[in-house]
């Protein structure tokens, strides 16, 4: 079993930046992929940025060249660093991890992004 837990969020304004973080606990040395999903209301959870095993990092196609992920293994975190944000960002952030077999997410954080 695999546990996450996401720090950071809240309330920017647009053009503003935040910072998530998520740290995983358990059985972390089983964990493939690492990284951070998105949802707001009325839409489908969605990739934000992701590492696939070694490979990546892989970003959603709305946040290139906004947003960075990066990844500390001896410490079992992720980081998303978020710059030039806009209000579409807004929605709930999910961390995620994947293991041969299962999947796992964290409880999300809220992120809104209004002037």
């Known amino acids: 079993q695999v546990q996450l837990v996401e720090s950071g969020g809240g309330l920017v304004q647009p053009g503003g930046s935040l910072r998530l973080s998520c740290t995983a606990s358990?059985?972390?040395?089983?964990?493939?992929?690492f990284g951070w999903y998105r949802q707001s209301p009325g839409n489908q959870r969605e990739m934000v940025a992701l590492?696939?095993?070694?490979?990546?990092?892989f970003y959603g196609d709305s946040v290139k060249g906004r947003f960075t992920i990066s990844r500390n293994s001896a410490e079992d975190t992720v980081v998303l660093e978020m710059h030039n944000m806009k209000p579409e960002d807004t929605g709930v952030y999910y961390c995620y991890a994947r293991s041969r077999g299962s999947t796992y997410w964290g409880v999300g954080t809220q992120v809104t992004v209004s002037s």
């Open positions: 358990g059985n972390t040395v089983t964990i493939i992929n």
């Open positions: 590492f696939r095993g070694s490979a990546g990092p």
